[in-house]
């Protein structure tokens, strides 16, 4: 018996003469979400189809709940994970649930298991209609509801919410804590970033076929040392008393810099720059001094925010120190 439900070593896959992945170890405990995020070409659904067992690796091993996936008896393990490809293809001439009643047979499910699947992912009223009546997100939730057949404990989720309104989005997401609460595994990609940088346990960032880095949002965020911003409208009269308590609490950070927007009548500032007093302040500065920067507009400032770096910031490698005026 393995602690890890999904255990990679040295994973490479080459099609010919390009190679996909190069040098993958992961691994994944039960009942974890993983968050896979990387440019088109990555290797993020290369990585997914050897998971699946849909491909072989050209190098190193592929274990899932301790069974090599390259193996026959992998056939057996795989009917009991969930698999929502980028693009859910089916009959259209089928209804919902006939649709959904193929997949159980194929997965050796329960056909009664269908109508409360279809129910979980709001697709019950649409449930005797042709696929071909469905829009793209209801067509997108049918997909969902055949990866959470039969209650699986792994599932893979490939851009789970294309083709999702807002409302569905909120509906996934709610749907998948559900399933998370009763203890499934979850791997999933997504190029909307800040739909999962807050929902996943750890995030990986694949690049040129390999996991460029790993961990929790505040770890990659500490890797990259992006600056966090911090934007103060500063009570009348106060902006030379504002400058100097900055630049006494930040004189040991040279990166550290700050500008000033004097309101609507001055030539750097936009409509933002309409605060009550007229001025504002935004300061870049390491994570680990917004405690000095707010303890030096304590008293001096009407109103604070502070904007941490997206993970969209940390995945295109934006974010250097700097300011800029409102």
């Given at each position: 018996m393995t602690s890890s439900?999904?255990?990679?070593?040295?994973?490479?896959?080459?099609?010919?003469?390009?190679?996909?992945?190069?040098?993958?170890?992961?691994?994944?405990?039960?009942?974890?979400?993983?968050?896979?995020?990387?440019?088109?070409?990555?290797?993020?659904?290369?990585?997914f189809k050897l998971m699946l067992g849909l491909l072989t690796a050209s190098a190193g091993s592929v274990r899932v709940q301790g069974v090599d996936t390259a193996s026959s008896a992998f056939r057996q393990v795989r009917r009991r994970i969930g698999y929502l490809p980028e693009t859910f293809?089916?009959?259209?001439?089928?209804?919902?649930?006939?649709?959904?009643?193929?997949f159980a047979d194929l997965k050796k499910v329960p056909r009664g298991a269908c109508a409360g699947v279809l129910e979980q992912v709001g697709l019950s009223q649409a449930a005797g209609r042709r696929v071909h009546t469905y829009s793209k997100g209801m067509r997108q939730r049918l997909g969902f509801a055949q990866a959470l057949l039969g209650d699986p404990a792994l599932i893979f989720l490939d851009e789970p919410t294309n083709g999702l309104d807002p409302e569905g989005i909120a509906d996934f997401?709610?749907?998948?804590?559900?399933?998370?609460?009763?203890?499934?595994?979850?791997?999933?990609?997504?190029?909307?970033?800040?739909?999962?940088?807050?929902?996943?346990?750890?995030?990986?960032?694949?690049?040129?076929?390999?996991?460029?880095?790993?961990?929790?949002?505040?770890?990659?965020?500490?890797?990259?040392?992006?600056?966090?911003?911090?934007?103060?409208?500063?009570?009348?009269?106060?902006?030379?008393?504002?400058?100097?308590?900055?630049?006494?609490?930040?004189?040991?950070?040279?990166?550290?810099?700050?500008?000033?927007?004097?309101?609507?009548?001055?030539?750097?500032?936009?409509?933002?720059?309409?605060?009550?007093a007229g001025q504002q302040l935004t300061i870049a500065c390491p994570s680990g001094q917004k405690m000095a920067v707010l303890s030096a507009l304590a008293g001096l400032a009407l109103d604070v925010s502070i904007h941490e770096p997206t993970l969209e910031q940390l995945f295109l490698g934006h974010g250097g120190a700097h300011v800029h005026a409102h």
């Open positions: 439900l999904i255990e990679l070593n040295e994973v490479s896959k080459t099609f010919g003469s390009v190679e996909a992945l190069r040098g993958v170890s992961l691994s994944v405990a039960p009942g974890e979400m993983i968050g896979l995020i990387g440019h088109n070409g990555a290797g993020k659904s290369t990585l293809v089916t009959y259209d001439n089928l209804s919902g649930l006939e649709v959904l009643q193929l997401y709610a749907t998948l804590r559900d399933v998370r609460a009763r203890g499934a595994t979850i791997v999933i990609t997504s190029h909307i970033l800040a739909e999962i940088q807050e929902r996943v346990d750890r995030l990986l960032i694949m690049h040129s076929g390999r996991v460029a880095s790993q961990g929790t949002l505040a770890q990659l965020r500490a890797r990259v040392v992006l600056p966090s911003t911090i934007v103060a409208t500063l009570r009348p009269g106060v902006v030379e008393q504002a400058e100097t308590a900055l630049a006494a609490a930040l004189a040991p950070l040279p990166d550290t810099a700050w500008g000033l927007a004097q309101g609507p009548d001055h030539a750097s500032a936009t409509a933002s720059g309409k605060a009550p």
